[in-house]
């Protein structure tokens, strides 16, 4: 779907979109199993439902925000993106993703908008480093995303094999985790918006804060229980999220990323 702009909206319990590549409006294009994939639209999210709202608090946000479904990302975009995250606002994210964008140089069009596809890893690091330096993507984004850039260039299975069924969640949440300017929370977030495992659990100081309202008194201890760490929404340590991940693991089972995604939805407004 990367060499298209597609135009989406909902209507009634219908999907319809539009579709521009290279010369524009592409009509004959069909996209439809794509975007059912992106959506995530073949998830059996009735039963997902069910089961998660054995937990009166994620029951209330589901009866919130129903409507809401996790994405199937490209992998490497995804993963890109993400570390554009850190310490970063929602606009802030999506003018460093835009700028990336325009290192492919090649633009898809609809109508009188145009975008760049977002370029692959060969590209980014084909770049250069003055190229990057000159997108100002702040902090030491452009580091890290060179150095991603570099080591995918030489071995572009890297997420497919991640992706497998043969690695669980967290083998693939611990993966990614080692690699410079990604940590737990970044590791689980692409973990489950683009490698299929959607009990990965992303952890930052919303779900913290959302946690807090659910009962939390068979979270394993330590010097301070972890209960109170996480009631208390200071900063969780890496162990501390790994354990807060694992606990919501066995709480809500194998859909544990829906949880999150809900719980996050429902405590957002409060910001």
């Known amino acids: 779907m990367s060499k298209y702009l597609v135009h989406i909206r909902q209507v009634d319990d219908r ?22 994939r992106y959506f995530r639209l073949d998830d059996p999210i009735d039963r997902i ?25 490209d992998r490497w975009e995804c993963l890109v993106s993400y570390v554009c995250s850190s ?10 993703v835009e ?18 596809v977002f370029p692959n890893a060969h590209e980014i690091a084909s770049a250069g480093r003055t190229s990057i330096d000159q997108l100002n993507l702040g902090l030491n984004r452009a580091d890290n995303i060179l150095l991603l850039a570099g080591e995918f260039d030489r071995d572009p299975r890297i997420l497919d ?5 043969d690695v669980t969640g967290v083998d693939a949440v611990r993966e990614l985790d080692h690699r410079k300017g990604i940590g737990p929370k970044i590791a689980s977030c692409v973990a489950l918006m683009c490698l299929d495992k959607l009990d990965a659990f992303p952890v930052d100081r919303w779900i913290q ?43 809500f089972g194998n859909y ?12 957002e407004p409060v910001k």
């Open 15 to 36: 999907i319809e979109y539009r579709v521009g590549g290279t010369d524009g409006a592409r009509e004959d294009v069909d996209l439809s199993e794509t975007l059912s």
């Open 49 to 73: 439902h069910s089961k998660l709202r054995q937990n009166p608090v994620v029951a209330n946000a589901i009866n919130q925000y129903s409507g809401i479904r996790l994405l199937r990302q």
């Open 87 to 96: 310490t970063n606002s929602i606009p802030g994210i999506q003018q460093c």
């Open 99 to 116: 700028k990336i964008a325009g290192l492919s140089h090649r633009v898809v069009r609809l109508d009188h908008e145009k975008r760049y």
């Open 161 to 165: 094999r991640l992706a497998s069924d």
């Open 209 to 251: 804060r959302a946690l807090s309202q659910c009962d939390l008194s068979s979270m394993p201890r330590n010097r301070r229980t972890l209960a109170e760490r996480v009631a208390a929404v200071g900063r969780l340590t890496e162990p501390q999220q790994y354990q807060v991940a694992e606990w919501a693991r066995n709480h």
């Open 256 to 267: 544990a990323g829906y949880a999150g995604q809900y719980l996050f939805h429902w405590i």
